[in-house]
């Protein structure tokens, strides 16, 4: 799994900032490594989840920041392009940010939650500890997205399908 973004997706003039074209260029590059097409592994590519502004502008405020790090716009359209580069090279992608959002409610071509120009929403507050890292819920809807993603297009390494390594403990010598 190749799960990068949300800190790519800090606003410009942030240390973390990547632009949108150089973490682009970036998943491909990992994606498409000769050291990593050698051993053609299954690549499952996650989308950065949405963040809560009214979350992130607490937490931000209490490291100091006096300006927003990051925005539920920004965040989208490294989400977006993310499912296009899985899109563009057939790879499997878990759409962490369009799971979270269809969770609080969100429904195409409306205001983005989790914006500070729309209202609050609990749903996706209730996702995020502090608008960008997931608390336990967040992190259940995440473990789902991803064993759905494997069970639909790479059913052999789903987890009931792998071999045992070594043999169950009441085979195994004593």
């Known amino acids: 799994m190749i799960f990068f973004g949300a800190n790519d997706a800090c606003l410009p003039g942030q240390s973390q900032h990547v632009p949108l074209d150089g973490y682009c260029e970036c998943l491909k590059s990992l994606c498409l490594h000769p050291s990593v097409t050698t051993h ?8 950065p989840a949405p963040v809560d502004e009214y979350q992130m502008m607490v937490s931000d405020a209490l490291k100091g920041y006096t300006t927003p790090q990051r925005t539920a ?12 580069i899985g899109e563009e090279l057939n790879l499997p992608v878990v759409d962490l940010w369009g799971a979270f959002m269809r969770k609080a409610g969100w429904r195409e071509g409306e205001p983005l ?7 609050r929403n609990e749903v996706l507050q209730n996702l995020l500890r502090d608008g960008l890292h997931f608390n336990p819920e967040g992190y259940r809807l995440m473990y789902n997205e991803v ?7 790479i059913p052999d ?3 009931e399908r792998l071999p045992f390594v070594y043999p169950p403990w009441e085979r195994a010598p004593a």
């Open 73 to 84: 716009a920004n965040t989208k359209m490294y989400a977006d392009a993310c499912r296009g």
């Open 157 to 159: 390494q789903s987890p």
């Open 40 to 47: 053609n592994p299954s690549i499952i590519l996650v989308t």
């Open 113 to 119: 939650i989790g914006s500070i120009d729309v209202a």
């Open 147 to 153: 064993m759905k993603v494997i069970r639909e297009r």
